[in-house]
T-cell receptor
Framework: EDQVTQSPEALRLQEGESSSLNCSYTVSGLRGLFWYRQDPGKGPEFLFTLYSAGEEKEKERLKATLTKKESFLHITAPKPEDSATYLC??????????FGPGTRLSVLP | EAGVAQSPRYKIIEKRQSVAFWCNPI?????LYWYQQILGQGPKLLIQ????????DSQLPKDRFSAERLKGVDSTLKIQPAKLEDSAVYLCASRSSTGRAFFGQGTRLTVV
């Protein structure tokens, strides 16, 4: 069965304090790994898709990387507006998305 | 580009009542999903449609939940009768040809 886990469950950072979020997955045949951001009261918003080990993608203060078993979302010099829940997901054989539980990030000014 | 539209945004009902949620996906997206997101958890798939056919409803509690996508465009998810544990956010998403899923704002259901 396809599974996605994320750690830590919650993370509090001071503004400017860089850190990383982890997403571990077990899936029979990776068809991409997706990162989403979810703000309170809103639906998930797409950030990145990674398809192969060694791939990296960047957007502003965020950089996502992928290995054969996990993905990292690196946050460099975060700002309070980066506070959100970050979800990762993998498509299963049926092309529906299996989500992890998310990491709740709080960036304090 | 218009996003995924959902209504209502919020709904409060008593247990054993019925409720329906509506979703209009992005134009041209053949795949539509309904997810349930309980507070503090990631979204969990309820049902997946491809056009107007069901692809996966293995996690849909069929004794109380039903969903349809007539004409392969908009979709309705119904719960009858509702239980307290159905309190959650119900998210609709549609998938583009690139594989990326676009989500609506969700409907927050509270069952009291």
């Amino acid at each position: 069965e396809d599974q996605v886990t994320q750690s830590p469950e919650a993370l509090r950072l001071q503004e400017g304090e860089s850190s990383s979020l982890n997403c571990s997955y077990t899936v029979s045949g990776l068809r991409g790994l997706f990162w989403y951001r979810q703000d309170p009261g809103k639906g998930p918003e797409f950030l990145f898709t990674l398809y192969s080990a060694g791939e990296e993608k960047e957007k502003e203060r965020l950089k996502a990387t992928l290995t054969k078993k996990e993905s990292f979302l690196h946050i460099t010099a975060p700002k309070p507006e980066d506070s959100a829940t970050y979800l990762c997901a993998v498509p299963n054989y049926g092309q529906n998305f299996v989500f992890g539980p998310g990491t709740r990030l709080s960036v304090l000014p | 580009e218009a996003g995924v539209a959902q209504s209502p945004r919020y709904k409060i009902i008593e247990k054993r009542q019925s409720v329906a949620f509506w979703c209009n996906p992005i134009s041209g997206h053949a795949t539509l999903y309904w997810y349930q997101q309980i507070l503090g958890q990631g979204p969990k798939l309820l049902i997946q449609f491809q056009n107007n056919g069901v692809v996966d409803d293995s996690q849909l509690p069929k004794d109380r939940f039903s969903a349809e996508r007539l004409k392969g465009v908009d979709s309705t998810l119904k719960i009858q009768p509702a239980k307290l544990e159905d309190s959650a956010v119900y998210l609709c998403a549609s998938r583009s040809s690139t594989g990326r899923a676009f989500f609506g704002q969700g409907t927050r259901l509270t069952v009291v």
